[in-house]
């Protein structure tokens, strides 16, 4: 039973760039969170994927922006990248969007 | 809004030890309560998930607590050994069981 997956495993890219991300939840869960947490502080909500609609959002600029696929997979998407983005990028999955988080092993971001 | 807070942010134990990890937060309308463990660098772990209708939940050497109406919850570790050494993040969703919101954590390292 694949649990989440989430491409590439680090990236490393240039302010003003943008960037994607992709996550692939655990089988039989329909629902994708994305987080950003960087070093030493505890993951920040950005947004939360159910039935390819956008429902809940962080406190975070329109810059980050995201996707929900039929198959449930989901891709966050990043513009103009800053300097402050630089973070570890967590995708969590669950099933209608209730159950307990599962989280993938990330994707390490560094914006130079 | 709500917001989390772990208590102490860092912790030193010599192996054997009993420890309590603290969680507290500001809105006691959850939906549940989630505690994770985070090695250096990796995803999160789910431990334990306590409802908002439960006061606690147990796993092997776990064992944690819900105080919903004093907005608390403890994380308590029996006979601690070095392999418990990670970060240890509570989270708590709100209701309908959207937009989990994590503390910072507490960096435990148990000495051998």
């Known amino acids: 039973d694949a649990g989440v997956t989430q491409s590439p495993t680090h990236l490393i890219k240039t302010r003003g760039q943008q960037v994607t991300l992709r996550c692939s939840p655990k089988?039989?869960?329909?629902?994708v969170s994305w987080y950003q947490q960087a070093l030493g502080q505890g993951p920040q909500f950005i947004f939360q994927y159910y039935e390819e609609e956008e429902r809940q959002r962080g406190n975070f600029p329109d810059r980050f922006s995201g996707h929900q696929f039929p198959n449930y997979s989901s891709e966050l998407n990043v513009n103009a990248l800053l300097l402050g983005d630089s973070a570890l990028y967590l995708c969590a999955s669950s099933f209608q969007y209730r159950s307990p988080l599962h989280f993938g092993n990330g994707t390490r971001l560094t914006v130079t | 809004k709500q917001e989390v807070t772990q208590i102490p942010a860092a912790l030193s134990v010599p192996e054997g030890e009993n420890l309590v990890l603290n969680c507290s937060f500001t809105?006691?309308?959850?939906?549940?309560l989630q505690w994770f463990r985070q090695d250096p660098g990796k995803g999160l772990t789910s431990l334990l998930l306590?409802?908002?209708?439960?006061r606690e939940q147990t796993s092997g050497r776990l064992n944690a607590s819900l105080d919903k109406s004093s907005g608390r919850s403890t994380l308590y570790i029996a006979a601690s050994q070095p392999g418990d050494s990670a970060t240890y993040l509570c989270a708590v969703s709100g209701t309908g069981g959207f937009k989990t919101i994590f503390g910072a954590g507490t960096r435990l390292f148990v000495k051998a």
């Open positions: 089988s039989g869960h329909d629902t």
């Open positions: 306590i409802q908002s209708s439960q």
């Open positions: 809105d006691s309308a959850i939906y549940n």
